[in-house]
């Protein structure tokens, strides 16, 4: 698995249980932070931040992931921001639109999906017209999400969340994330502080469908074979799994991440009274 790949797919998975605690309480306005450490073959790497707000039957969740330490010091600017935003139904989360902002060197791109009537209508800043090779298809962005939302339909599922196929569309890329449960592990031994009960352990392979593409087909379907695995955790009283711990191995070292912090609050009224607007 390559490293901008493994990372993608963790921060998809950051984001959705935070969110999915909001079912269980849809009468709660409040919000949950969570960070999250990423080293890359031992050294700092990656921080990912994210902050779900929930006000009755609306959510709207961030994250940002950004370079720090020796890895921001020595390798190219990046930064990136993914935002959902939507509400809930007895069928699970209701998306109205999702978002990415993307920073790589000096070149930021932005692109927006919303969601109506089972269609998408999606804006690229700058404009974005691919080739023919790479365009993708009505029929292949049916049914696929932002990164964000496509999180959120996961973190719904529960204890379930470790045997689904999510489609994640980023506007240039959609592709498959494939999420297999492969077992358990009491809290106690998983290296997990705080975690209670025991630890979900789920592997994570990703499937290209269509799009812009930087290495050959060739290569990416031999590195499926190589799987992220994630650890998920119940870090709280509830009965939502949040991910904790990760490893992932690619051509350049081993990638893992760890859950750094968990806090949650209630909304101000005047959080609350934005939300609303």
Same mark, same amino acid.
């Given at each position: 698995?390559?490293?901008?790949?493994?990372?993608?797919?963790?921060?998809?998975?950051?984001?959705?249980?935070?969110?999915?605690?909001?079912?269980? @309480?849809?009468? /709660?306005?409040?919000?949950?932070?969570?960070?999250?450490?990423?080293?890359?073959?031992?050294?700092?790497?990656?921080?990912?931040?994210?902050?779900?707000?929930?006000?009755?039957?609306?959510?709207?969740?961030? *994250?940002?992931?950004?370079?720090?330490?020796?890895?921001?010091?020595?390798?190219?600017?990046?930064?990136?921001?993914?935002?959902?935003?939507?509400?809930? *139904?007895?069928?699970?989360?209701?998306?109205?639109?999702?978002?990415?902002?993307?920073?790589?060197?000096?070149?930021?791109?932005?692109?927006? @999906?919303?969601?109506?009537?089972?269609?998408?209508?999606?804006?690229?800043?700058?404009?974005?017209?691919?080739?023919?090779?790479?365009?993708?298809?009505?029929?292949?962005?049916?049914?696929?999400? /932002?990164?964000? *939302?496509?999180?959120?339909?996961?973190?719904?599922?529960?204890?379930?969340?470790? /045997?689904?196929?999510?489609?994640?569309?980023?506007?240039?890329?959609?592709?498959?994330?494939?999420?297999?449960?492969?077992?358990?592990?009491?809290?106690?031994?998983?290296?997990?502080?705080?975690?209670?009960?025991?630890?979900?352990?789920?592997?994570?392979?990703?499937?290209?469908?269509?799009?812009?593409?930087?290495?050959?087909?060739?290569?990416?379907?031999?590195?499926?074979?190589?799987?992220?695995?994630?650890?998920?955790?119940?870090? /709280?009283?509830?009965?939502?799994?949040?991910?904790?711990?990760?490893?992932?191995?690619?051509?350049?070292?081993?990638?893992?991440?760890?859950?750094?912090?968990?806090?949650?609050?209630?909304?101000?009224?005047?959080?609350?009274?934005?939300?609303?607007?």
């Amino acid at each position: 698995m390559r490293f901008c790949k493994a990372l993608a797919a963790f921060a998809l998975s950051v984001a959705a249980p935070a969110v999915a605690t909001a079912q269980g @309480a849809a009468s /709660d306005a409040r919000q949950v932070d969570i960070a999250y450490e990423i080293t890359f073959a031992g050294l700092s790497g990656f921080r990912i931040d994210v902050t779900a707000k929930f006000n009755g039957s609306t959510y709207d969740v961030e *994250s940002r992931t950004f370079k720090e330490g020796i890895l921001r010091a020595v390798t190219m600017n990046y930064e990136g921001r993914n935002r959902a935003w939507g509400g809930f *139904s007895t069928q699970g989360a209701r998306p109205s639109a999702g978002s990415l902002s993307i920073i790589v060197g000096d070149k930021p791109r932005t692109w927006v @999906a919303q969601y109506s009537g089972g269609t998408i209508q999606e804006t690229h800043t700058p404009a974005y017209k691919p080739s023919p090779k790479n365009a993708i298809t009505d029929e292949q962005r049916r049914g696929s999400l /932002d990164p964000m *939302s496509a999180a959120l339909s996961v973190g719904l599922a529960g204890d379930t969340a470790c /045997d689904r196929t999510v489609q994640s569309n980023d506007g240039k890329r959609r592709i498959d994330i494939l999420v297999r449960k492969i077992g358990t592990e009491p809290a106690a031994t998983a290296g997990i502080p705080g975690a209670q009960g025991d630890v979900l352990v789920c592997e994570i392979f990703t499937k290209r469908i269509a799009g812009e593409f930087d290495e050959a087909p060739k290569e990416a379907e031999t590195e499926r074979e190589r799987p992220m695995r994630i650890w998920l955790a119940r870090m /709280d009283q509830s009965q939502m799994r949040y991910p904790a711990k990760l490893e992932a191995q690619t051509g350049f070292g081993t990638i893992r991440g760890r859950i750094l912090s968990f806090r949650e609050r209630p909304l101000t009224p005047e959080e609350s009274q934005a939300m609303r607007k």
